[in-house]
């Protein structure tokens, strides 16, 4: 059966959907004896789930707003608006602050798919390139001198 290892390479991946473990197949690695830790190829399922959770308190505390918004003009009218101003500037920081945390646990998603990579390259291009052979130093046996008559 004939392999291709231009998967492999490609440079061009989507981050996000991209697995990982696609380098740990047989039938697409590399022709070294290089091994993959197992420890590279598991998945940051947590950051991925911190990152939706994140998002998905960030639209509720949206939704939020709008609906304390709607429900101070009902009751009160304008003489709401003050206190809707401040509530609901806190609330837009807020849900700002958490939708930037989503983000950040996704480039830390890829920070780790960039450092998962990188280990895996170097581990290659090592088992490419074996260690400069050292040669053993030459020893020069001790030259005994012929032994000067006792005078």
């Known amino acids: 059966m004939?392999?291709?290892?231009?998967?492999?390479?490609?440079?061009?991946?989507?981050?996000?959907?991209?697995?990982?473990g696609d380098d740990a197949r047989p039938d697409l690695a590399s022709p070294t004896p290089m091994q993959v830790r197992a420890a590279d190829m598991e998945p940051y399922v947590g950051l991925r789930y911190v990152a939706k959770l994140f998002r998905i308190i960030a639209l509720i505390l949206v939704?939020?707003?709008?609906?304390?918004?709607?429900?101070?003009?009902y009751q009160h009218g304008s003489e709401a608006v003050p206190t809707l101003l401040g509530e609901g500037s806190r609330l837009l920081v807020l849900?700002?602050?958490?939708?930037?945390?989503?983000?950040?646990?996704?480039?830390?998603i890829d920070i780790g798919h960039d450092l998962r990579a990188t280990r895996i390259l170097i581990g290659r291009q090592a088992a490419h390139h074996p260690p400069p052979s050292v040669p053993a130093p030459h020893v020069e046996p001790a030259r005994v001198s012929p032994a000067a008559p006792d005078r």
């Open 2 to 20: 004939e392999t291709s290892t231009t998967q492999v390479h490609a440079p061009a991946r989507d981050h996000h959907h991209a697995r990982a």
């Open 95 to 108: 849900a700002g602050v958490l939708w930037g945390a989503g983000d950040l646990a996704i480039l830390l």
């Open 63 to 73: 939704m939020l707003l709008i609906a304390e918004v709607a429900t101070g003009l």
